[in-house]
């Protein structure tokens, strides 16, 4: 079965470094999606993505974070400075369409430690 | 911001036990999905409900959504180790993201 796959699947790094946290969605899939769930809180949601451009964005996604997908396969998460609230597990998602009732799939996660 | 609250928090219940789980909002959903998520690794959907007063039945889990669509139960039937997980309820936003709960954390004990 199609999954999305994620790495990596830790990621340690020093506050103030960037860090890109990858992502390859399920092929045929169309919409693409970054998540956060800090320790112990909600899942929330980052940014979507479609057509090589951001749909949606929160609060959370701020100057600090970027989007990109580079080819036909990969779809990255930058953070360009981060600090040590970033820490967090990171998921990627994807769904083949934006209809009400489509599912959205979800990568294993990477967790990023920033220290 | 359209909160949704999921009760109990936690769940702790022996294998074979019945139990229901449960997910509010004050404000209408257009579509309600569960999810389980396993400790570290990714949600995965359970159910997609979208009609007011709907039932799906997916073995012995059993999701109901309220009529007036702002509420949605989950009961499962003689519970198994195996259904351990946190579950979470999620709505659909303008820009198809999704808004989780907070989560019920179920463990089914051996």
Redesign the interface.
Known sequence: EPEVTQTPSHQVTQMGQEVILRCVPISNHLYFYWYRQILGQKVEFLVSFYNNEISEKSEIFDDQFSVERPDGSNFTLKIRSTKLEDSAMYFCASSSSGLTTDTQYFGPGTRLTVL | TQLLEQSPQFLSIQEGENLTVYCNSSSVF??LQWYR?EP??????LV?V?TGGEVKKLKRLTFQFGDARKDSSLHITAAQPGDTGLY?CTR????????????TQLTVLP
């Open positions: 257009s579509s998520q570290g690794e990714g949600p995965v959907l997609t979208v979470l659909r936003g303008s820009a198809r993201q999704l808004t989780f709960g907070s989560g």
